[in-house]
């Protein structure tokens, strides 16, 4: 009993709902917001398939693969100590194990075709081209021939084209067809998620550059102005919101508001100081949960209650993940304290 306990607490974080809350969830909510504001068909369903779908390719098939692959290369082995970056550790910490991982990044995948397939068969045939993109960026995000988490700028590039499909297939299933605004909200919401990603590589800059094959991601490259590619990302994902609050609609502001102080927070963190990265990685994901769920429920009142989720996630995972991972952390934390006082 206890071991079943163990693998559904591993397979749980394996999921990293943060994550999945901050990208898909969110971005899925803020397309389907500005296609019910446009006077798209309101549909809970369908919005709820494509919150399943996201679910699936996101928190356990992209997850999974990632998660095989970075303990085999050895960049989540090391013993760096990352609270937040450096994987789910379920593997580090005997939760799951890889061939585990595989099968449940395998049956997520085939539950995401169904679900698509018949979601395509409902709101329209052009949603498999979606989650087609999906799954391919979801699996060579990390695998061969791609290997886009490997190479610098590839990685941000595939997280940003799905990104920016989460949004704008949830306004296709709403609507129909795409328009100009949720074009640019998909967008403003990509680079915001892109540049919390960089922000996320700060820590495992060190940890990918001794992995095999080498993780050479953008953060790696660049090593100290690594930041002001960061920053950048954070500008577009601003002044794409302040656009959008322009020409779209005024309610946009809360998300130009939140991602303008997300800027203001990458633009001061210490790239290579652990507490100062941790805190300030946590503060640009509720930042960016905030812009994108705010503005959609200012969009859709109907959807207000899809804060609701984040509110309760997003510390139950901070716990449960805390707790999970105590004794692992406390490990690789005596190491680094030992070489402080040496030094």
């Known amino acids: 009993m206890a071991g079943v306990r163990r693998a559904l607490l591993g397979l749980w974080l394996e999921i990293r709902i ?48 990632n998660e095989i692959a970075d303990w085999r290369s050895g960049t989540d082995r090391d013993p760096s100590p990352r609270v937040i970056s450096g994987g789910s550790k379920v593997i580090a910490s005997g939760l799951l194990g890889p061939r585990a991982l595989a099968a449940i990044g395998l049956a997520a995948a085939l539950a995401a075709a169904v679900v698509g397939i018949l979601a395509a068969m409902t709101w329209g045939w052009v949603l498999l081209v979606y989650g087609l993109a999906g799954l391919a960026g979801a699996v060579f995000y990390t695998l061969p021939p ?26 296709v299933l709403q609507r129909g067809e795409l328009s100009g605004g949720a074009a640019l909200t ?19 800059r060190v940890p990918d550059s001794r992995a095999f094959p080498p993780k050479t991601t953008t953060i790696v490259l660049l090593a100290g102005a ?16 302040i656009a959008l609050t322009a020409l779209v609609d005024d309610r946009f502001l809360i998300a130009a508001a939140g991602f303008a102080a997300a800027l ?17 990685e946590l503060g640009v994901i509720l930042l ?11 969009l859709a009142p109907g959807l207000l209650w899809a804060l609701v989720p984040a509110v309760i996630l997003v510390p139950l995972e901070l716990i449960l993940s805390g707790a999970a991972h105590r004794d692992l952390m406390a490990a690789r934390a005596r190491p680094a304290a030992a070489v402080e006082r040496r030094s």
Do not use: K, N
């Open 288 to 298: 960016g949960m905030a812009a994108g769920l705010g503005t959609a429920a200012a």
């Open 18 to 65: 943060i994550p999945v809350l901050l990208w898909s969830y969110t971005a899925i909510t803020l397309g389907t917001a500005l296609a019910w504001r446009d006077g798209g068909e309101i549909s809970v369903p369908g919005y709820l398939a494509a919150l399943a779908v996201g679910l699936l390719l996101q928190g356990l098939v992209a997850h999974c693969v």
């Open 226 to 241: 690594g930041r002001r590619y960061a920053v950048l990302w954070a500008s577009i994902a601003v002044v794409s919101a």
């Open 146 to 171: 791609l290997r886009a988490s490997y190479r610098p700028f590839t990685g941000e590039a595939i997280a940003f084209v799905c990104i920016w499909g989460c949004v704008t297939g949830a306004y």
């Open 186 to 204: 998909g967008i403003a919401y990509g680079a915001s998620c892109v540049a919390m990603l960089m922000m996320h590589h700060y820590l495992d």
């Open 264 to 280: 203001a927070i990458h633009g001061s963190v210490t790239p290579d100081d652990p507490d100062s990265v941790t805190r300030a």
